[in-house]
């Protein structure tokens, strides 16, 4: 059989796949015919996407494959975590650099499949192709939406306060490709309190909270104090030198993927005392009425109680 | 508000593409939340995705972005197709060079979206990123199956017929880009007769038939003389001037996107009478027993009823 490269790579890593994969009831096809069947317990489908690529979101040169591959699926999961969604399947397309394309996505799948096995997450189909350019790798996951109903940007109220999971900032010292996606976290929330809103954090905290509170039509007062800074933000603005703190990179550095939500204060509290989980939950601000005197409506609060406006400041990546 | 090129893009992008959808009640949180809900009307999803590449499906310097974004979409419509599944919702993750992004995104979903509109596929989102390689587009699109369920590459029986939608060769003239994948053919032959298994003929005929048998555990013999050979595979062999005949380039050349099925004759003989669609039904072979002395069980038969060996050669892309 004639076929050139692009197609025998694929071929033969289908191949490798089908015996490396368990087989799954869920999405039986989706590896040996023109599409994938899911069988999902309802008619409603959660669903995202996220392509990543080489030099912006990784560099092979530096991170091993199965980092990237384990990544690639992650910051997908991080999405339907914001969602309050339960994972179901995944189809991920890759374009591979030629040269040891076939060794290459093996190594982005001995990644990959673990983090799915965790998850419960089928991987029921996808695209490999190879080409002249660098990686590209892009996962589509699909999820259900619990009993609870899907949690959106949009619900947050004024009065709810701001509740976060983990650690923020420094994500860059390794946090970027080993979170652990808070889908458990996010799917015990929504069971056991009343959530408004919320969403992942992969922006970075104030430009992702402008997001939700955009989304929502609130401001937001966020109590600088009660931020939790993680310890890489420190050791990351003591290796950068340029005059940042810590407090700088917790509040806008990108893929912490911790989850900001928006509720009522009451359960909030609760949930702070209690700490049911295996992360901890800091209430870090409260919603406040849309926009003030035409800015934006985010405020930073002092320890001294003194207000600032917040401007929101993404992750240059 | 300081967020860089990748992202500064993307918002740029997300608004007018705001702008210039139309709202669609079945997929309303894809632009603006983490992920995309779709509201089936069963817990059967078909799914597929194809990720498209500078320099081995398209090449901006030739193809006008436009349909570069409509081939992005219509190849994934053409999986849909060979399922017999109704197009439903598609994200779309993009990684664009970083000169000129923006443009170059809208205009390949000035091509992507009139083609969306024409098979009702809301576009529900995605993922838009630039970066310094070249230009990768990767579409997943999601479908319901029929009441007659999916077609599968597997179902094909000893004694069935292959039957082909259009005319097949030479698509690097054009049809590559301009084919109009058969999704309505594949639900009104689904619906109005037995279809035992189909594929979409993405890879040349030869190949496909191959992958068709393999799934079905079949052999099969093509009647070469019948094969709708296209006037652009005469063109194209007279273009090459390698030897080549018109008959080859139908045989393996790929992107056709035409649709091969499996079906008993009579049903398929009926179908090639009344020619019930817009394009010609040709019956073009039978369908055998499995394997034939260890040989991959495929076989061409000339007009004088000779049969060969028919070696599966695919498009070289």
Redesign the interface.
Known sequence: ????V??AVELEFLRWLGERLPADGRAP??L????????????????????L????DFLLSQDDPERVGRKALAVNLS??A??A?RPVAA?????LPRDGALKLAQRLFEGLIPLAEEFGVAL????T??????L?I?V?L??E?SERG?L???GARPGDVLLVTGKLGGSRLGHQFDFTPRVREALWLAEHAELHAG??LS?GLS?DL?RLCQ?SGVGAILDVANVPVSEDAARWAVRLADGSTALDHALSDGEDFELLLAMPREAAERLVKEQPLACRLTIIGECVTGECAGKAGLWRREADGSLTPL????Y??
Request: hydrophobic content about 45%.
């Open positions: 059989m004639t076929i050139v692009g197609r096809l989706g040996r015919d023109d599409a994938a069947i899911l069988e999902l317990s309802g008619p409603r489908v959660v669903t995202t996407v996220d392509m690529t080489e030099g912006v999405d339907l914001a969602m969604a189809l991920v397309a890759m374009t029921a189909g996808g695209d192709n190879t080409w002249d350019g660098p590209a892009s589509t699909f999820g939406v899907p959106l940007r949009s969403i992942d922006d430009l402008w989304a401007v929101p400041r993404g240059e990546h």
